[in-house]
């Protein structure tokens, strides 16, 4: 797989995954390619299916580690193991999910609850990265003063929607803490 966003491309020669700009609607974009094929999806499409993709490898590891337990821990065959994955397969698509809480830091969240978040932090994380490569392109390149750039940085949020990325955080150079 790779990926191309803020002009950096990591490359394997399976899967391209880039993230464009119309020149016709200047609306954002993510293309695909893959070998002779390709596909544009939305941002929100592309989320959708990157969470879809993250969902689908952490239950072929636990599904593998089912397999792993019966052969080794029960002491299965693998045709056997294999046999114990399909009828939990089958299981876990036929039922309601039981009532399961996840506990983080002192709270306790719903499986589905922590998924939405994490979708979200991810996709803030990558806007603060976004703001700091705005911040050094203008800063190094544009050569701007800093107020310059605290403005449209600040002009760049609310064309997005967003009110703050960054919170201020006093720092206590002697203690090397924040406060």
Same mark, same amino acid.
């Given at each position: 797989?790779?990926?191309?966003?803020?002009? /950096? *491309?990591?490359?394997?020669?399976?899967?391209?995954?880039?993230?464009?700009?119309?020149?016709?609607?200047?609306?954002?974009?993510?293309?695909?390619? =893959?070998?002779?094929?390709?596909? /544009?999806?939305?941002?929100?499409?592309?989320?959708?299916?990157?969470?879809?993709?993250?969902?689908?490898?952490? %239950?072929?590891?636990?599904?593998?580690?089912?397999?792993?337990?019966?052969?080794?821990?029960?002491?299965?065959?693998? *045709?056997?193991?294999? %046999?114990?994955?399909?009828?939990?397969?089958?299981?876990?698509?036929?039922? /309601?999910?039981?009532?399961?809480?996840?506990?983080?830091?002192?709270?306790?969240?719903?499986?589905?609850? %922590?998924?939405?978040?994490?979708?979200?932090?991810?996709?803030?994380?990558?806007?603060?990265?976004?703001?700091?490569?705005?911040?050094?392109?203008?800063? *190094?390149?544009?050569?701007?003063?800093?107020?310059?750039?605290?403005?449209?940085?600040?002009?760049?949020?609310?064309?997005?929607?967003?009110?703050?990325? =960054?919170?201020?955080?006093?720092?206590?150079? *002697?203690?090397?803490?924040?406060?």
């Amino acid at each position: 797989m790779s990926g191309k966003g803020f002009g /950096k *491309e990591q490359r394997n020669d399976d899967l391209l995954i880039e993230s464009i700009v119309s020149h016709q609607d200047r609306s954002p974009y993510v293309t695909l390619r =893959w070998g002779k094929e390709s596909g /544009k999806l939305t941002p929100d499409e592309a989320i959708a299916h990157a969470v879809g993709i993250i969902c689908a490898a952490t %239950v072929a590891t636990i599904d593998a580690q089912i397999v792993e337990w019966a052969t080794t821990k029960l002491g299965r065959s693998i *045709e056997e193991a294999m %046999v114990l994955l399909r009828l939990f397969r089958q299981k876990r698509e036929s039922s /309601k999910l039981p009532s399961t809480t996840l506990s983080i830091g002192g709270e306790h969240l719903r499986p589905d609850t %922590v998924k939405h978040h994490g979708a979200k932090l991810i996709e803030m994380a990558f806007s603060v990265e976004a703001e700091a490569f705005l911040c050094g392109f203008l800063l *190094e390149e544009m050569q701007l003063e800093p107020a310059m750039i605290d403005a449209i940085i600040q002009e760049f949020r609310e064309m997005r929607g967003v009110e703050t990325l =960054w919170t201020p955080v006093d720092f206590d150079a *002697e203690e090397g803490e924040s406060q």
